[in-house]
């Protein structure tokens, strides 16, 4: 019997996930696009692994009332470990659910 593989979160990804999970999501996805950017100054490795690009999309009712510049720093203020520690790009789809037609 083989045992089944389960691919883990890596570290950031999964930090990443559990703090902007205190923003009650309905849809959160992130999404590890370091490898798109192979040999840029954020990724000079080009690793497969690498977690330095990523794009969220997230629809969460916290966003309502909120402009856009508004959510962003809310993103920014949850996530400022992450930056820190090595995150070069960050690209946010913040909506509410009403703005995503759920």
Known sequence: IMAASVQ????????MQRKLETLSPVVLRIINESQK?????????GAADAETHFRVEI???AF?????????????QL???EIKAGVHA?????????????
């Not at 883990?8 to 930090?15: F, G, L």
């Not at 950017?37 to 490795?45: D, I, K, L, T, V």
């Not at 309502?64 to 920014?76: A, I, N």
């Not at 690209?91 to 009403?98: H, N």
């Open 8 to 15: 883990q979160p890596r570290p950031i990804a999964a930090s």
């Open 37 to 45: 950017h192979a040999g840029h100054s954020g990724n000079p490795s």
């Open 59 to 61: 629809v969460s009712n």
């Open 64 to 76: 309502e009332g909120k402009r856009l510049v508004q959510r962003h720093q809310m993103m920014y």
């Open 79 to 81: 996530l400022d470990y």
């Open 90 to 102: 960050l690209s946010m789809d913040t909506k509410t659910p009403s703005e995503a037609g759920l």
